[in-house]
């Protein structure tokens, strides 16, 4: 049976190939470049439907709308403990950023998408002109 399986695996493997022209060999990389990108983009719409239903399109289902903890603490049984290096558990210093900071990185990158938003507008006017 072993010789036999060896038979048509030196079969399949060398009888039916042979070399694609140019315009082939393009073609099938094309086809074997996008077809993992097309198979990623619908597994990321599947996610982002899933997580919709999940929790919403802004969040509105979570039970917990507001950040409970951040950085270095956490929220154990109810109470506000610190963790990482010098707290709960020892561990490594963690990177903080309070609630002024998180509104401070949220202004800045609106004013910079409105920024953006802008170029793109004066680029897409000056285009047509």
């Given amino acids: 049976i072993h010789e036999r399986h060896e038979k048509i695996k030196h079969t399949v493997h060398t009888a039916w190939r042979y070399p694609l022209p140019k315009w082939g060999q393009y073609a099938m990389g094309c086809v074997y470049f996008t077809v993992p990108i097309v198979g990623g983009w619908c597994v990321m719409q599947w996610a982002i439907s899933k997580s919709v239903d999940e929790i919403g399109a802004r969040g509105e289902k979570l039970r917990h709308k507001q950040l409970q903890g951040y950085g270095n603490k ?18 490594v210093n963690l990177a903080v950023s309070g609630s002024s900071t998180q509104e401070n990185n949220r202004i800045m990158l609106e004013a910079m998408f409105r920024k953006e938003r802008k170029k793109r507008e004066k680029g897409k006017q000056q285009n047509e002109q």
Avoid at 74 to 91: F, N, P, Q
């Fill in 74 to 91: 956490t929220v154990i049984d109810g109470r506000e403990e610190k963790i990482g290096a010098g707290g709960k558990y020892g561990g």
